[in-house]
C-alpha cells in the first residue's frame, strides 16, 4: 500500500509538471523560439543523415571513389550497374502498396498545414523518406527535398502535438521544420525561411518570423558543426546589368514559365498513361527504372537531382547542342521516374534543369544577335531560379538561393525580375506549382498552405437549424392553412409520399390572394432539386446559394431525407467569424482554444 501510495503521487507530480512545461510554451513567446530552435537543429540533423544515408548508398552501388563524388557527375557507367535502377523499384512499389492498403493518402507538410491543423504521421513521414532515400540511392531522376521536408516538418508536428500546442502554433512549427530542413540542405538560411513562408506556412507572418529565423539559424549551424559544406555555385565572368539584359532576363523567365508547365503536365501525361496500362502498382517503379536505363547510358548525369551534373556544366562550356540534348533527357527522366512511381520531388531536379535552359536561351540569343548578349552562367544561373520558380511555386525562395549561391547582388536582382515573371505567368497560365498541381489531381482542391481546413470542418450537418416545420407534399394550400395560420413559421419543408425532401414553402406566399385553396401545396414550392449536403462545406453551401437565388435551403442525408434547414445568412456569419478568428491567429495574436 505505502509503494502504491507512492506510485500515484509521484505519477500525479509528473502529470503536474508535464502540464507546468505545455502552459510555458503554450503561452511564452520565449518559450516558443527554444522549441523552434530544437525543431531547426532535429530539421538540420535529419537533413544530413538521410543526404548521407543517399549518397551512401550511391556509393556502395555505384562505386564512387570519394566522398565529394557526384553521381551525376561521372562520365560513364558500367550498364550492369544500371540494374539498381529497376532492382531498387521493386522495394519502393512494394512500400506503396503496403501504403496503399490504409486507404488514405500519405499526408504531407502542405496538405498537413492547409487541412490539418500541422498534424503529421509519423508513419507517414517514415514511408516518404524510406520511398525517397532508396529512389535517390538508386540514381532515379528525382531529389531528396520531399525526403527533408517530411521529416523536418514532422518533428515539428510531433513536438507540438506532444505539448498540446494550439492549431496555429503546431502551424508554425511544421513550417519551421522544413524551413530548417532546405537551410540545411542548401547550406542557405534565408533559403530555407523563405520555403517554409512561401510554401509550407502559406504566408509571410509576423508570428513565424522569428521562429522561423532561429530554426533555419540553427539547422545551418548543424551542418557546420558536421563539417558538411556545399561548394558555391560558379559566379559569372560578366554581369554588368543594363536595361537591355533585364529585359532579356524577363524573356527568360518567361520561357521558364513554359517550360515548367510542360514538364509539370508531362509528368501528369506518363502518370496517367502508365494507370490506363493497367501495370500492378508494385511494379511500376521497377518498368520506370528500365526505362531510365536507356537514357542514363547516353549520359549519367540524368541520374539523381542533378548536383554534381550542375556543378560540371556550370564550369564547363558545353556546346549548344549537348546542352539542348541534356535538357530534354534530364526532363524526360524526371517525367518518368515520377510517373512511374519513384518517390521525390522536382525542386532539386528543376535547378539542374533550369540551370541548362538558361544557358540554351543564352547561346541561342547569341546567334540571333551575332555575338553573346548575355553571360552563359549568369544565364544559367538565373534559368535555374526561375524553372524552379515556376515547378515548385516558391519565388523568392529561389532568389535567395542565388544570392546565398554566389552572393553577387547585381546577378540576384536580375533572378527577383525572373522569378517574379516565371512565378506569375505559370499561375497565369497554369494556376498551380507542381505540389498543389497534385493534390487538384486528387481533387483536394489546395492553392497552398493557408489553412482552410476550418471550412471544411464548417458543414451544413453543423451549422443546420435542425427540426423543421414537414409537411407532406401532396396536402391542399387549404389544409396548410388550417394547420399553420400566418406569422406560425417562416417557411415550411416538405416531404414526399416515401419521406424525401420535396421542396420549401415560404407560408406567406400561400396566404396570397391568388392562391387557389383547392391547389395542392407542391405547387408552390421553391428550390425542389436543390438542396444540401450534410458533409457540404462552407464554400460549397455559398455557391449553392448563390446558384439557387433562395434564402433558406434544406438539408438532407443520403436518401434525401429531411436533416435541417440552413439560411443563406447564418452560413455567411459563421464563415465570417472563423475567417476572423484564422486570420487572428495567422497574425500571431495568441487566443484560447
Given amino acids: 500500500m505505502p509503494f502504491e501510495t507512492e506510485l500515484t503521487s509521484a505519477r500525479k507530480h509528473v502529470r503536474s509538471f508535464t502540464s507546468a512545461v505545455r502552459e510555458v510554451f503554450r503561452t511564452r513567446h520565449d518559450a516558443f523560439l527554444v522549441l523552434a530552435l530544437l525543431v531547426g537543429l532535429l530539421a538540420g540533423g535529419l537533413s544530413l543523415l538521410q543526404g548521407a544515408l543517399a549518397h551512401g548508398l550511391q556509393a556502395w552501388w555505384y562505386g564512387l571513389s570519394d566522398g565529394d563524388d557526384r553521381l551525376s557527375s561521372l562520365p560513364h557507367l558500367a550498364p550492369w550497374k544500371l ?19 490504409r486507404k488514405r493518402q500519405l499526408v ?20 516518404v523518406a524510406t520511398q525517397t532515400i532508396l529512389s535517390n540511392g538508386c540514381g532515379a531522376s528525382v ?132 494507370e490506363r496500362t493497367g501495370l500492378p502498382r508494385w511494379l511500376r517503379p521497377a518498368i520506370g527504372g528500365l526505362l531510365l536505363i536507356p537514357l542514363a547510358m547516353l549520359t549519367p548525369q540524368v541520374l539523381s537531382s542533378g548536383h554534381g551534373a550542375q556543378h560540371l556544366d556550370l564550369t564547363a562550356n558545353e556546346p549548344l547542342r549537348w546542352l539542348a540534348l541534356l535538357l530534354l533527357l534530364k526532363s524526360l527522366a524526371s517525367a518518368i521516374s515520377l510517373g512511374f512511381g519513384f518517390r521525390g520531388g522536382l525542386f532539386f531536379a528543376s535547378l539542374f534543369t533550369g540551370s541548362l535552359l538558361g544557358a540554351v536561351v543564352a547561346k541561342l540569343l547569341g546567334l540571333a544577335f551575332g555575338h553573346p548578349p548575355l ?17 515548385v511555386g516558391a519565388p523568392m525562395t529561389m532568389a535567395m538561393l542565388v544570392l546565398e549561391g554566389t552572393h553577387d547582388f547585381a546577378l540576384t536582382s536580375a533572378a527577383i525580375a525572373a522569378v517574379l515573371v516565371s512565378s506569375a505567368m505559370t499561375r497565369q497560365i497554369f494556376g498551380f506549382s507542381f505540389s498543389t498541381w497534385r493534390f487538384h ?8 498552405a493557408r489553412d482552410v481546413g476550418w471550412v471544411r470542418n464548417l458543414t451544413a450537418g453543423v451549422m443546420m437549424r435542425r ?6 407534399a401532396a396536402m391542399s394550400v387549404a389544409e396548410v392553412r388550417q394547420r399553420l395560420p400566418l406569422g406560425a413559421t417562416t417557411r415550411i419543408v416538405l416531404v414526399d409520399a ?28 421553391q428550390s425542389r432539386d436543390l438542396a444540401l449536403a450534410e458533409d457540404a462545406d462552407a464554400l460549397a453551401i455559398m455557391r449553392q446559394f448563390d446558384r439557387s437565388q433562395s434564402d433558406e435551403l434544406a438539408v438532407v442525408d443520403e436518401h434525401r431525407r429531411v436533416l435541417g434547414v440552413l439560411s443563406e445568412r447564418f452560413v455567411r456569419k459563421r464563415y465570417a467569424e472563423e475567417l476572423e478568428r484564422s486570420q487572428r491567429e495567422l497574425l500571431g495574436e495568441r487566443t484560447d482554444d
Fill in 143 to 274: 531529389g531528396l527535398e520531399a525526403a527533408y521536408a517530411q521529416m523536418g516538418a514532422g518533428a515539428g508536428s510531433q513536438l507540438g502535438r506532444i505539448l498540446r500546442l494550439r492549431r496555429a502554433d503546431i502551424r508554425i512549427l511544421v513550417g519551421t521544420g522544413a524551413a530548417a530542413a532546405i537551410a540545411a540542405a542548401f547550406d542557405a538560411p534565408l533559403a530555407g525561411a523563405f520555403y517554409g513562408f512561401e510554401i509550407v506556412i502559406g504566408a509571410y507572418t509576423p508570428a513565424a518570423l522569428a521562429p522561423v529565423a532561429v530554426a533555419v539559424l540553427g539547422a545551418v549551424a548543424v551542418r557546420a558543426a558536421a563539417g558538411a559544406q556545399l561548394a558555391m555555385l560558379p559566379p559569372p565572368t560578366d554581369i554588368g546589368l543594363e536595361f537591355r539584359d533585364y529585359a532579356l532576363y524577363i524573356l527568360l523567365g518567361v520561357a521558364s514559365a513554359l517550360a515548367g508547365v510542360a514538364i509539370m503536365r508531362l509528368v501528369t501525361l506518363i502518370e496517367q498513361g502508365v
Fill in 375 to 391: 553571360d552563359v552562367t549568369g544565364a544559367a544561373l538565373i534559368g535555374m531560379a526561375a524553372l524552379a520558380a515556376s515547378i
Fill in 498 to 525: 416515401a419521406g424525401g425532401y420535396a421542396g420549401i414553402v415560404v407560408l406567406a406566399d400561400i396566404y396570397a390572394d391568388r392562391v387557389k385553396p383547392q391547389s395542392l401545396v407542391a405547387e408552390h414550392a
Fill in 441 to 448: 489531381l486528387r481533387g483536394a482542391e489546395i492553392k497552398s
Fill in 467 to 472: 427540426g423543421p416545420i414537414t409537411l407532406p
Fill in 108 to 127: 504531407d507538410a502542405v496538405e498537413a498545414n492547409a487541412l490539418h491543423g500541422g498534424r503529421m504521421s509519423m508513419r507517414d513521414n517514415l514511408i
Fill in 83 to 101: 540494374l539498381a535502377l529497376p532492382l531498387f523499384g521493386l522495394p519502393i512499389g512494394l512500400i506503396s502498396l503496403a501504403a496503399r492498403a
